[in-house]
């Protein structure tokens, strides 16, 4: 099939390189010059591991192009897709404006009989939004939501446990179920709002489970319990299951903290309230302020002029992503108490005006009192504690990934610590 992409971000280059992948026609359109110049030479302006290999293929198959021309995009397309981004506004409402200016832009050059399909997280009522901007009564309008996740973008894509596909016309969903013919996993139909409502309901849902775990763990480190066994526990009842119950410093990224409060807002225009979404947003900056409590403990009390080694700021590992990252609020916290920290992260980049990241581990752990590990990258399991403790001056250690292989970590640190386990 031939098919558009608008937007050359995260979700729009995971879908145009997946699509090509299973044979499909894409081009891809986005304003930012700098972003197309790279793409057409093969060159990814993400991080997500296996998809530069999708676009070297995907390119030297003819299956892809890259432009900023919107008439020769979207010429002779039998889906478009958007994937602009949907911010937060001051309110914590989605900001649809990218949304429906890139709908405006393309309303002159959509074929008749044509699909408009939104994968940008939209409130509910967006596909009406759009139809009415758009103005276009001969192209359908459909929601299909994106559940892929940072860091296994293409596995999720290419193995979903759903595809959603909202849309008020029958023939219109079925051309996008044909879409997706060769991907194997169940294809809902169903209104366009019960689509936008499943995306953050699914995101929300999944904050407020990972709340609960962290709350749980918390209570774990007061009464011995130990939180992977209490979720090895929980998620053999398979009204439960298994997934998504990893202990940690809280959620982040560009997704569920944006999402959440998107509901909220969603839901207090129709007057109504989301306690629970609350209270998961809640109870994750306690989880933020717990990890930075834990090494003040660690630490004597005090954190003023103690060094603090941090392994990882991404939000999760195999992204390069620092939004919302819980690594990023417990820096700030650990600083505003007086520490020094530093950082290091094997893909992620940050700087502000006072702080750069470490070029290794063990450049971060020089001399530090402390140590904290906050992303779960592979390469931390790798690393031998003893040359850790060669170079840090201190004796403590907060595990907030429970990665470290705790027994042989506690040969070389007395106050070794992880979270969700007896301190
Ligand atoms: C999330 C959803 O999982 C996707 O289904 C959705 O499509 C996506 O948002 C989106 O809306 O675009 P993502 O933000 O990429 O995906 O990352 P997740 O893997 O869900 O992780 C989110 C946060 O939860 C991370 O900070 C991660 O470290 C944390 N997490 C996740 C845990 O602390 N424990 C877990 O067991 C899982």
């Known amino acids: 099939m031939n098919i558009a992409v608008l937007g050359a971000g995260y979700v729009g280059l995971t879908t145009a390189l997946c699509m090509a ?3 499909h026609q894409v081009s891809v359109f986005d304003t930012n010059s700098r972003r197309i110049d790279s793409l057409q030479r093969g060159v990814l302006p993400i991080f997500e591991p296996g998809l530069e290999e999708f676009l070297k293929v995907g390119l030297e198959r003819g299956l892809l192009s890259f432009s900023q021309d919107l008439s020769s995009a979207l010429m002779n397309k039998v889906v478009t897709f958007i994937c602009v981004p949907t911010p937060q506004d001051e309110d914590g409402a989605a900001d649809l404006t990218h949304v429906l200016e890139a709908v405006s832009m393309c309303s002159p050059f959509l074929d008749a009989g044509a699909i408009l399909a939104t994968k940008s997280t939209v409130p ?17 309008v459909v929601s299909n939501p994106e559940f892929l996740r940072e860091g296994s973008a293409i596995k999720d894509f290419l193995n979903p446990d759903r595809i959603v596909i909202g849309s008020r016309s029958q023939a219109a969903a079925s051309t996008m179920a044909d879409l997706y013919a060769d991907i194997a996993g169940s294809v809902l139909i169903t209104s366009p709002e019960s689509a936008e409502l499943i995306k953050y309901a699914s ?40 997934e998504f119950l ?47 409590d834990t090494i003040m403990r660690q630490l004597g009390g005090s954190l003023e002029g103690k060094k603090i080694a941090v392994w990882g700021v991404a939000f999760k590992a195999n992204t390069d992503d620092t939004r919302e990252s819980p690594a990023l609020a417990v820096i700030s916290r650990l600083r505003n108490r007086g520490a020094h920290v530093r950082a290091y992260d094997p893909v992620a980049h940050y700087e502000d005006d006072s702080f750069k990241l470490e070029v290794s581990a063990l450049d971060a752990a020089r001399g530090a009192d402390a140590l904290v590990l906050m992303t779960e990258w ?10 850790v403790k060669d170079v840090m001056a201190g004796d403590s250690v907060l595990d907030c990934r429970r990665v470290l292989n705790a027994d042989t970590w506690r040969q070389e640190f007395s ?9």
């Open 21 to 23: 992948h299973l044979g």
């Open 124 to 140: 509910v009522g967006s596909t009406q939004r759009v139809e009415v901007a758009l103005n276009r009564p001969d192209v359908n």
């Open 203 to 242: 995101n929300a849902f999944l904050a407020i489970k990972l709340s609960f775990t962290n709350d749980i763990a918390a209570l774990c480190e007061k009464t011995s319990g130990d939180i992977s066994e209490v979720t090895l526990g929980m998620g053999l009842d398979k009204r439960i299951g298994p």
């Open 246 to 292: 990893n202990a940690g410093p809280g959620w982040g990224g560009s997704c569920f903290p944006k999402d959440t409060r998107a509901l909220i807002s969603i839901a207090d225009g129709f007057g109504l309230n989301m306690p629970l979404i609350e209270a998961a947003l809640e109870s994750n900056e306690r989880s933020h302020k717990r990890v930075a």
């Open 378 to 387: 592979a390469e931390f399991r790798e690393i031998d504690p003893r040359r």
């Open 415 to 423: 106050d070794f610590r992880v979270i969700g386990s007896a301190q």
